[in-house]
């Protein structure tokens, strides 16, 4: 959310450094962990800083209401929540606007890797659970969705990976944190696959210059190269372990 920059905190100090101490460039620090839960297929916990996120995959299942099926591949359902205590003022937990488009966002942000096709009249169910907000939850809810589809065996062309790249007092910064995001000039979540070389999810909030917005999505982009190779590491972290043990 770009907000006005009137306030009194100073988001940049005079040797450049951000409010919580990160150079400009600098990425929260980062945690990932597959299989998390129990009760589903696939799972997931990222944090960034204090973003934490968890996401659940149910699937490929047949869907509940026929009608949703698809003849040809598989539907890909996200929803994406707040849990009430995520944020500062305890949040509603019924749906909001806001809810209803960043799941279809981070829908869209995970459509390209899925291979759908090989599951016709399926359905795959991701739930994207924000357990604390500190900024960027979408692009960690997209990059914990990518993890709990990868956890669920869901064949993936590539991994996906999200970051965030804001202007606050002039200066583009790389992964927004909420007090960056409430008091600066702009947002721009972004989410790649780098392996296929497709941006898969770009808004903008705020107002950049040209080459503003081409060096911030550089900045995200590769962000996310570290991100997704972050994402492999856990995975086979997780799975070779698993393969030393049956041998
Ligand atoms: O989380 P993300 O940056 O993807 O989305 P946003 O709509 O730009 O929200 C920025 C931040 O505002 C969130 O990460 C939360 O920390 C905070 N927020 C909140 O506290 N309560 C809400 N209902 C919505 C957002």
Known sequence: MGGS???EVKLIDESGKRHDGRSPEDLRPIRMEVGVL???NGSALVEFGRTRVIAAVYGPKEPPQ???ALPDRAILRVRYH???FSTEDRKSP???RREIELSKVIREALEPVVISELYPRAAIDVFVEVLQADGGTRTTGVTAASLALADAGIPMRALVGGVAVGKVEGVLVLDIDEVEDNLGEADMPVAAA???NKVTLLQLNGVLT???FE???EMALNAIKKIVEMEKETLRNKYSKVSLEEV
């Open 5 to 7: 920059n009137k306030s």
């Open 38 to 40: 129990n009760n589903a």
């Open 66 to 68: 026929k009608y949703v």
């Open 82 to 84: 707040m849990a009430p």
């Open 94 to 96: 019924a749906p909001s």
């Open 194 to 196: 780098p392996d296929i």
């Open 210 to 212: 040209q080459e503003e």
């Open 215 to 217: 060096r911030g999505l």
